[in-house]
């Protein structure tokens, strides 16, 4: 019995030092961004699609500036999904902050891509494509200069 203590207390601390030390093992996901489109971010030479949404191609110009001007000067942190971590070889999926800002929520509200509606219900955008849709923003407006702004870049 004294023999399986001791196996059990080697192990647990084995496995107490690995969790302590998984932060500074873990690659870190963070930088500034440069925005591909709508729902792809490149951070520190990693391509990161946004999960939960997808971009249509009408107006992605528009789109892609308005992600642009949203996320100019702020740093990005991306959390990659261990299920789904490499969509495509060379691209991760993952879910990306603006400080507390969550990029896929923001595109999805100011109308520049539409909700993935089989994403994991924590991260599922259709109240926010709804509400995109019903104030006519984004691809769901009328065109125009001001329809890239009306969102806000500070706007959550």
């Given at each position: 019995?004294?023999?399986?203590?001791?196996?059990?207390?080697?192990?647990?601390?084995?496995?107490?030092?690995?969790?302590?030390?998984?932060?500074?093992?873990?690659?870190?996901?963070?930088?500034?961004?440069?925005?591909?489109?709508?729902?792809?971010?490149?951070?520190?030479?990693?391509?990161?699609?946004?999960?939960?949404?997808?971009?249509?191609?009408?107006?992605?110009?528009?789109?892609?500036?308005?992600?642009?001007?949203?996320?100019?000067?702020?740093?990005?942190?991306?959390?990659?999904?261990?299920?789904?971590?490499?969509?495509?070889?060379?691209?991760?999926?993952?879910?990306?902050?603006?400080?507390?800002?969550?990029?896929?929520?923001?595109?999805?509200?100011?109308?520049w891509a539409t909700a993935d509606r089989d994403a994991n219900r924590l991260y599922n955008y259709t109240t926010d494509e709804?509400?995109?849709?019903?104030?006519?923003?984004?691809?769901?407006?009328?065109?125009?200069?001001?329809?890239?702004?009306?969102?806000?870049?500070?706007?959550?």
């Open positions: 019995m004294i023999p399986f203590a001791r196996l059990s207390a080697v192990i647990g601390l084995l496995f107490f030092a690995l969790l302590s030390f998984w932060p500074a093992v873990k690659k870190d996901h963070a930088g500034t961004a440069t925005v591909i489109d709508a729902v792809t971010l490149a951070v520190n030479g990693e391509t990161h699609r946004l999960y939960g949404v997808a971009a249509p191609r009408q107006r992605e110009a528009e789109a892609t500036a308005a992600l642009g001007t949203f996320l100019q000067g702020r740093t990005v942190q991306c959390e990659v999904l261990p299920d789904e971590s490499r969509e495509t070889p060379g691209r991760f999926v993952s879910i990306c902050y603006a400080g507390s800002d969550n990029i896929a929520a923001w595109v999805a509200r100011n109308g709804r509400t995109a849709r019903f104030l006519g923003m984004g691809i769901w407006g009328g065109g125009g200069p001001g329809a890239a702004s009306r969102g806000g870049a500070g706007q959550n």
